[in-house]
């Protein structure tokens, strides 16, 4: 992933004059059209990351790996994906860590999956939809590494209805009803595990962390995460006008003795 | 790391019924002294993590390992540290994978060391302070594992002067003034490298981005990164009343060819 | 303004059930128009406000004043206008009373005079714009009252090359250059007199903030205003989706012997 | 109160070197005791607003009449007071106008009596609890004129049990179950009239919220306000490294036919 050529097969972003991004998958003979012409993809396999392309009309493209923020925010969605100022928390929060065993329900669109396999983790997907499931599944294939995938193990199940993992590392839900994911947690993660689940509303904040507090986790904790963007052009240096304001609130508890 | 069991010589946390903690590094024979009491470290080693103990005097305290944030939070300062909320943000916003080569100056207290380090990247760390690099190489070496440390390699050097490192994939800054480290970026970078500072003053983030604005690098964003806790206790359910409002500006941008 | 009953003359605004609000000036044989057939003004004539309306095809309304902050919004724009979040802000923070006497420059859109005029304060506009001055001057007639409007007076001229008024009370800018106006408030602004300005760019409120060091003026404070719109609907209780992240940097300071 | 000069009776603000803030009260033979010696209000009497003054020790005050901010921060409490950021909003949710006729409860310290009464409203204030009423009825004595005092009228009682008043242009609360006063509010605002709630737990906004969906009203929002300091220091440009995160929610609703 380091080298700095483009090669066959690789997701590549190709960006225009007015920071337009487009994501293309690298093909022999394959061609990439846009209203400013095309660009045959030969011309870019091959060529070292960060070339200035040329369209047959003479529009200019930056080429360049999508980062996994970039690829997430231009990936196929089934699910509402988790947005990068997110799972970046979450890796945090969660503390994931190479080789950190974690149960991940549901995956939604596998954006949260990429950002744990990358952190080294070895995850367990459960999710209840198959079409999420599929579209989750190509995501990952598509963005991840073989040695990721390897990884990375999925199931169509619904996590309400029990957990069959065991001596977990780590639980991490981005699903409707947490709560009701607490004693299956409480059963399957090791002591000292960490419980984390992401969910738009304070309200289910709140009936969380009543299922937490009638449970053996402890040292209970609820941020937000708020990311603003700065316009910084010549002597205008402003926050950028608009923001994202909300998209779910984290909450993380740790597994105790009983 | 992932085992259950409390070691000897593994940092532990002990958390008292006010939540106040205090880190200690588990010894045979040692003694955790508080005022309420004494727990001789010998009833914590091989304990399950997560165990409830009871000190002399009857108090209660948790045993848990420190998260990785927990551990920025609690360990030796020389510098300012980067708070978890930030360097969550730089792995992602670098784009920091496994085997990634990344340059890292100043390193500070080696908190973002470490977390760049768990992420899988090869650092190489650049501190021109001895009395910083001798913090943060003890605090790397009490919070990472072997395979971490293997990846570490820091110089008491100052990187205005120049970057001996060559076909590096990231350039990761906390110094004063990024903007002179521009062009060795430029040079020791390879196509499609991502810079990132981060800074405290918006002033820096401006002369940061001219200075980037007349280089070969494109992309360039600025963002600041805030967290705030919520408070949940039954119908009493409301952000804290106080938060940090301010660590850092996080500047990214992408090295393309001139 | 305080009786129930909408009257000939009025501005009023109608909403209907998806909230969109359309601001109509009641007259005699007046229509409203809208998708959903036509409201004659007569019937809107006369009634209690808050009163519920239904278009000739039946669609349903409701008929309010504007509140200040909604006649802000609605009403027609030269230049930018200064939103109820900051407006709001302003008075505060230039601790706006009745008989305050005020110079505010540029009065852009009116949006402000409007504020200021509210607050009981003699106002003297000055700007620079014919245009500006123009829609400012038709807005400020449409939505205040004739004891507001006889504390209104405006002038065409630029505030940079000079202040004539003498013994004011505050000072209120929102203009590019506010620096420009420091020495001409220092002669103008009565002993505590307070000097704010309201700006967009981080770079505005530095060199501002270097002229006031500079000058008779202490207790220099800058501050920028967030508001966040919360979604609550049963059980759906989070922040709005999106929000304004940015409009401008208020800077305050007082005026004392030199 | 706009004259330039302090007379005997007026509260002043004395504000040293390190921008600490001491209210008095202005009397003829009184005394300013600090660390850094004496200063005898006769030598504050008659001086011009923003005076420089030498303690007895040689150490420098300013003297300045406070903001109504000012006061609010440096008043005697016997409840929380409605802090300067949120009285602002209210002022403008709310749409406060002279000549309202509003009814404030709980009226707490009175910060936001002061606030409504300068903005030219016509306030019946009830409180239940005789020492907050004290409190509050002394500080707006201090703090408001004579014209102001005339339009402020308090009881003791609580306004669970029903408000006599009738045909009220505003209902402005600050008391724990605001949704025991939804139908008392119906009843007493005549028709377009605003309903405002403070309230500082989002389970508050929730049950609130739910009340006016049941009720004659419409309009229904609910924000927060954030306001944010920076430090502005030479080439130090950032926002203050704390903020106050979180006073209170405010939903506001207007009152339409049922």
């Known amino acids: 992933m380091s080298s700095g050529v483009l090669r066959v097969g690789e997701p590549v972003l190709l960006i225009d004059r007015k920071q337009r991004r487009y994501l ?115 995501n990952v294939a598509r963005f991840c590494g073989p040695e990721e995938l390897e990884r990375y193990r999925t199931e169509l199940r619904d996590v309400y209805e029990g957990v069959d993992e065991s001596d977990l590392d ?24 960490i419980f984390l689940a992401y969910t738009p509303s304070i309200m289910q904040v709140k009936r969380l962390r009543e299922a937490l507090e009638d449970s053996p986790f402890e040292l209970h904790s609820t941020v937000e995460v708020l990311m603003r963007g700065w316009h910084v052009a010549g002597e205008a240096v402003r926050p950028d006008h608009r923001m994202v304001a909300h998209t779910g609130f984290l909450t993380t508890s740790r597994l105790c003795a009983p």
């Open 170 to 193: 780590r639980v991490v839900l981005d699903l409707p009803e947490p709560w009701r994911v607490v004693a299956h947690s409480a059963a399957a993660l090791r002591g000292g595990g």
């Open 24 to 138: 293309i998958d690298l093909k022999k003979g394959g061609e990439f059209h846009t209203h400013a012409g095309v660009i045959p993809h030969d011309e870019i396999i091959g060529v070292e990351e960060g070339a200035r392309l040329l369209s047959g009309r003479g529009a200019g493209f930056l080429a360049l790996r999508p980062t996994q923020a970039d690829a997430v925010l231009k990936m196929p969605r089934g699910a509402q994906v988790v947005y990068p100022k997110d799972s970046a928390a979450i890796l945090t929060w969660a503390d994931i860590h190479p080789g950190a065993r974690v149960l991940e329900a549901g995956i939604g669109s596998g954006a949260l999956s990429m950002a744990l396999l990358r952190a080294g983790a070895a995850v367990t997907g459960y999710e209840c939809r198959e079409d999420f499931l599929k579209v989750a599944r190509a």
